[in-house]
């Protein structure tokens, strides 16, 4: 599918041209953290255009700020259901490891048995 060619009618602000947005923008825009890690994703076009329309705000430089900024308030907004699936996927690694080793150890004694024969 072909890109829709982008627009952009405002050039970004620094955050502290509006001081009351400047607190959220750093919360969500990882408080100084560099963001280094790369995530491809593919999005329809109503969200492409909430990612345009941040950017044409001038609150964010980029599609990627903007997709940043929405990736953690959403992470922020669902906190609970994310430590609830942290809860069970580190119950259900206890179990992988717990079943990983009772294997091992069963064919551990399926191979001495047939050696000792």
Known sequence: MPRKPRQVFA????????????ELLSRYGGGGETRGNVV???LG???????DELVETGLFRSRSESAAFLIAA??????DVLDEAAK?????????????????E???SSSRQRTKR
């Open 74 to 79: 959403g992470i922020e907004a669902q906190k």
């Open 88 to 104: 069970h996927t580190a119950e259900i690694n206890r179990v992988r490891t717990r079943l990983r080793s009772a294997v091992a």
């Open 40 to 42: 491809m994703v593919r």
């Open 11 to 22: 050039a970004a602000l620094p955050s502290c041209a509006l001081p009351e947005l400047e």
């Open 106 to 108: 069963k064919l551990k």
């Open 45 to 51: 076009d109503q969200g492409l255009k909430a990612l």
